[in-house]
């Protein structure tokens, strides 16, 4: 049965690289890694513009040839003799994932560099400072580190990999790519450090755990398939006699971690802690980024070696995990709704709603292929809506920073009822309520899933959507109605890339509601995953 | 001496690992318990690499001890960081954050 | 969806049920046959038979604390030098297979880079 391998008996030949398909990924890892460069020899003073600069421009570069790459649907590397090197693919839905979480990056990279509203930024200027000792006190009045530009840059990079990522090997690389920096950005708040730190250590503790399940289900899977790329664990599960132990097995560990990063029930625990404790910029990049690396991810992962796309029509697993996968989205669903209810800080209650999210993502994910397109839109309009949501929170401050209790919030409305109307616009996105972006995201999504025969699943959604509305139009209320309390916190006038932030949202919120056919006509033309 | 007895001791050692985590209370003992789980998988890997008669899980265990290392020195600076605060680092210790 | 296909988990749910069973037994047995007797130095860490001194987390230099990181990090980096030795003088691979190489270690040589301005490699 075992045989010895050696290298002298491999035929080991050199693939053929597409550059163009890998552009994107290198311009942002290449962005990165310059970036440190500048963080090592720039003078202090001149860090800051150069590295929002390379930023945005290292973003909107990949943007361009993300573009560029559209129509293509095929491996990034190409084996002379004719054999699948998987690594990265570039298709239809990889490359507009990879789009959405550049084009949100860039919103998330002003919202890391926003100076103004408070002075020296949400970062600390030296992490290794002792929280709450006399240096850290000496160190409030520098400008926060700007490390964290290249640190996004790599998490953002971690995220597209991992969307595209054929292999699973690669898929474990990109996640701990985009994971690592997260762990660290979470720490680094310039106010509130004990609680950042802590967060940071919740989430590094947790994410580390979730990710040996996700290797340890990876080399179960290599064990039953013989290989770690997506189509051959699909080809195999049709022909292997294997052990259905190995194969289980992997895949539930493979989830465990798959659905700790989208914040699924019963993996949820971290999260509002978590997006409680960071810096609200790298809450909202992890919100919005995070979110669509990691359903994508399980788009790709379930849709593609385990759903059998390639054949619709021919054998494939989804009898064995659909009923688990549909048990923890009822669950996610039920339990980040109810929870968002009792919530009274603003950043709690948009963790729990993102968890309720996570659910009505994976109801996209259990309907497979069918619902592929919706839940690409879901994860557009849910990104650019929570995007805005938490720019505006960074905005309401009193003398303490950040006022994120939710009684601090109440009559707000009368004292700044701009900043209030955009709120309120956000929160009935967030509810679902007609012509908002949310209720065509949750439409199109539950629509879909119904055409696919989950109809439990979808009734489930829709009730526990009617309770997570709740919440959120408590908060209106709270805004319009409620009396002011004395030391109300001030709305701050925004800077010009917190401006552009909430902007930017707000108008992706209101146009993916009125004309919701352009974005699902770009999903639809992005087909599906390649997965022959 | 079959390669099974290796998948054994793996699953062993990630079971331990897993406990090891979900039981102990000292953020650094919680974090080795990760390690001891990334171990077993690398185990599992290579034992699967013989038995399959490729190359490629040996590969792959090089790639997840590289990620081991970048994980160690990202948690023992936040570890270390809130230590320095707190001056314990106790898991049960953090617990500013909660509603 | 049959109701063998639902009878497929109940072995499923009967075997957690099960597991929490035994694991409740065994800890009610377990606190029912053992003896209490608590006292303070059963409770201190064990070191071999000697009081510990002080705690653990003892005062040292923190360079040796990022000297070993940075060992750390290029000493694991290392590993994949070896499969690229075993390959690069293959046909087919010559300059390329060199210039990636080339590519991997200046990106970790990115990382001296910044530890060495930095002032990291300093032994003050």
């Known amino acids: ?532 | 001496m079959t390669p099974t007895y290796y998948l054994v001791l793996a699953a062993a050692l990630f079971t331990i690992g897993a406990v090891g985590v979900l039981v102990r209370r000292n953020a650094i003992v919680v974090f080795m318990c990760v390690e001891l789980m990334l171990n077993a998988a690398n185990l599992t890997l290579v034992t699967f690499s013989r038995i399959n008669g490729t190359l490629d899980g040996q590969i792959m265990s090089f790639f997840v001890m590289v990620v081991a290392a970048a994980e160690v020195v990202i948690g023992l600076a936040i570890i270390m960081s809130i230590y320095r605060s707190r001056r314990s680092a106790s898991v049960d210790d953090a617990n500013l954050l909660k509603y | 969806m049959g109701t063998t296909y639902l009878a497929s988990y109940s072995t499923l749910g009967f075997l957690l049920v099960l597991g929490v069973l035994v694991s409740i037994a065994a800890f009610a047995a377990n606190r029912l046959l053992r003896t209490q007797a608590p006292s303070p130095a059963k409770q201190t860490t064990y070191e071999c038979g000697l009081d510990p001194v002080g705690d653990g987390w003892a005062q040292m230099q923190i360079r040796y604390y990022v000297y070993a990181f940075l060992y750390a990090l290029f000493a694991v980096e290392s590993v994949f030098l070896f499969p690229w030795a075993v390959v690069y003088d293959r046909p087919g691979f010559g300059v390329t297979a060199a210039a990636e190489m080339g590519v991997f270690v200046a990106v970790l040589a990115l990382g001296l880079a910044y530890a060495w301005r930095k002032g990291v490699l300093r032994w003050l």
């Open chain 1, 1 to 532: 049965m075992t045989t010895m391998v050696s290298a002298d008996t491999l035929d080991i030949s050199f693939p053929e690289v597409d550059y163009l398909a890998l552009a994107p990924l290198l311009i942002v890892f290449g962005a990165a890694c310059v970036g440190i460069l500048l963080e090592a020899f720039l003078p202090r003073t001149r860090r800051y513009s150069a590295q929002l600069v390379l930023s945005v421009v290292g973003l909107v570069a990949a943007l361009v040839t993300i573009v560029m790459n559209v129509g293509e649907d095929r491996p990034a590397f190409a084996m002379s003799d004719g054999s699948r090197v998987d690594a990265i693919v570039i298709d239809g839905p990889g490359l507009f994932l990879m789009g959405a979480i550049v084009a949100m990056g860039v919103i998330a990279v002003l919202l890391i560099a926003e100076r103004r509203v408070s002075a020296g930024g949400a970062f600390v200027a030296h992490a290794a400072v002792a929280a709450d000792s006399k240096a850290d006190a000496a160190q409030a009045r520098h400008p926060g580190a700007t490390e964290v530009f290249p640190l996004t840059m790599f998490a953002i990079g971690g995220m597209m990999l991992f969307c595209v990522a054929g292999d699973l090997l690669t898929m474990f690389i990109a996640l701990e790519a985009f994971s690592l920096p997260l762990y660290l950005l979470c720490g680094l708040a310039r106010r509130r450090r004990l609680l950042s730190q802590e967060a940071a250590m919740k989430y590094f503790l947790l994410g580390a755990f979730a990710s040996a399940f996700f290797i340890y289900g990876v080399a179960l899977l290599y064990g039953y398939a013989g290989s770690v790329q997506l189509v051959d664990i699909n080809a195999a599960i049709a022909a292997s006699g294997n052990s259905q132990v190995l194969l289980l097995s992997g895949l539930a560990m493979l989830a465990v971690g798959l659905l700790f990063k989208a914040a699924a029930v019963p993996f949820h625990v971290w999260t509002p802690d978590v997006y409680t404790g960071a810096p609200t910029p790298v809450t909202a990049l992890m919100a919005a980024c995070t979110k669509v690396a990691a359903i994508g991810g399980l788009l790709r992962v379930f849709n593609v070696a385990f759903g059998n796309s390639g054949n619709p029509g021919g054998p494939s697993l989804a009898w064995d995990w659909r009923p688990i996968l549909i048990a923890i989205a009822i669950a996610t669903m039920v339990i980040g709704a109810i929870l968002a209810v009792t919530q009274t800080d603003i950043k709690r209650l948009l963790a729990y709603s993102s968890i309720a999210n996570a659910g009505y993502l994976l109801v996209g994910v259990i309907a497979l292929g069918q619902a592929l397109g919706a839940t690409l839109f879901y994860l557009v309009a849910y990104g650019f809506t929570v995007l805005a949501a938490f720019a505006v929170v960074t905005l309401v401050r009193d003398s303490q920073g950040e006022a994120t209790h939710l009684s601090r919030w109440a009559g707000l409305a009368k004292r700044s009822p701009r900043f209030a109307v955009i709120f309120t616009l956000l929160m009935l996105a967030f509810a679902g309520i007609p012509l908002t972006s949310g209720f065509a995201a949750k439409f199109a999504v539950f629509s879909s899933a119904l055409e696919a025969g989950q109809t439990s699943l979808v009734i489930v959604g829709v009730l526990s959507s009617v309770i997570l509305a709740f919440p959120y139009l408590k908060v209106v209320v709270l805004l319009w109605l409620s009396q002011p309390v004395e030391d109300a916190p001030a709305v701050s006038m925004p800077g010009f890339m917190t401006g552009t932030a909430v902007t930017v949202g707000v108008v992706f919120t209101v146009l993916l509601g009125l004309a919701p056919q352009v974005l699902l006509n770009i999903v639809d033309g992005a087909g599906q995953f390649l997965a022959k």
